[in-house]
């Protein structure tokens, strides 16, 4: 695929908003919806994982792209349509610079060219795609190639904000980008805070925490002096809950009102889930969700919970 063609197969995030919905037809309530969430397609990691070598393997990715494709062509049988399809991060397995890199995402973007043209994709960085320690040229190489980094959007009265959690893992080589967001945010969030929107969601690759606010630091959620700042700027702007990937297992936990929820993947599995995606329902008073795997999807059992998902 060339670049021009690759181009205009998504509507890429810019100018820190995503042009698939108006913010002016989108600000208000207009009762209840719901979208679809997945996370780590990780194209490679199965290999990689199967070999024990995490760091250069991944040489091969047919297995991710039988599950992604099974998870699009679910998507696309889904009635009524949801609002948008997100994917929190972890595209693909190869790290900036590493081998495999341009092909693992050149095959994801011909699957994902596949999603129905009127169910927006949101596309979310993880720590594969920008590098664990991101710079100013992974942070670049991923807008060209998926759009912006962080940006917001409205969605039927509901304000979406989408957070690039590398800047908030290490931002050591790119300290710049990292105030940016965070002015960025405190922006977004006093619109927030002044009660404009119906509810306000975050979505991020890693999660603030796995199961507690007070547990330890891991490799799988952010530290705890990060984790505490964010999560008290979260919940005073009255955030409701905040959507991530990157543990490859299902998990969460509540802090406040805050619903921190961990969606395993669509791709290598680290526990016992099942190649999955999450599908969450925005009622005037509640954000309801659940988890299905991707055989369950394409069986149909999602139209049959939906009712009741989206009952007011
Ligand atoms: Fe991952």
């Known amino acids: 695929m060339s670049a021009a063609e690759s181009a205009d197969v998504f509507h890429r995030a810019r100018g820190r908003t995503l042009d698939a919905f108006s913010p002016e037809k989108e600000r208000e309530w207009k009762g209840p919806f719901y979208f679809v969430q997945g996370a780590d397609t990780q194209f490679g990691l199965m290999k990689a994982w199967s070999t024990g070598n995490c760091d250069t393997g991944g040489d091969e990715w047919g297995q991710e792209i039988r599950l992604t494709e099974q998870a699009v062509e679910a998507i696309n049988k889904l009635s009524p349509k949801p609002k948008f399809f ?12 590493t081998p495999w890199r341009k092909e693992q995402t050149r095959d994801l973007q011909h699957v994902l060219k596949a999603v129905d ?15 664990n320690a991101p710079t100013a040229e992974t942070v670049e190489e991923f807008r060209q190639t998926w759009g912006d980094d962080y940006f917001s959007f ?5 304000l979406f ?3 690039n959690s590398q800047l908030l893992y290490d931002a050591s080589r790119c300290p710049a980008l990292k105030q940016a967001q965070d002015r960025w945010l405190d922006q977004q969030l006093s619109i927030a805070g002044q009660k404009q929107c119906r509810h306000a969601v975050v979505f991020q690759h890693i999660p603030l925490f796995l199961h507690s606010i007070d547990e330890d630091d891991d490799y799988f959620n952010l530290t705890k002096t990060v984790r ?4 008290d700027k979260l919940t005073r702007a009255g955030v409701r809950a905040v959507f991530s990937g990157h543990y490859h297992r299902n998990a969460g936990g509540t802090y406040q009102n805050l619903d921190m929820v961990v969606s395993s ?20 008073d509640k954000i309801v969700h659940r988890y299905y795997s991707l055989d369950e999807l394409s069986r149909g059992a999602v139209e049959a919970d939906l009712k009741e998902l989206l009952k007011e």
């Open 154 to 158: 409205w969605v039927g009265g509901v």
């Open 161 to 163: 904000l989408v957070l």
């Open 228 to 231: 505490k700042e964010l999560v």
């Open 265 to 284: 993947a669509i791709g290598c599995q680290l526990g016992q889930d099942t190649h999955g995606l999450r599908v969450v329902a925005i009622t005037a």
């Open 117 to 131: 043209q009127d169910i927006p994709l949101v596309l979310v960085s993880g720590n594969h795609d920008l590098g």
């Open 86 to 97: 997100v994917l929190c991060g972890d595209l693909v397995h190869a790290m900036p610079g």
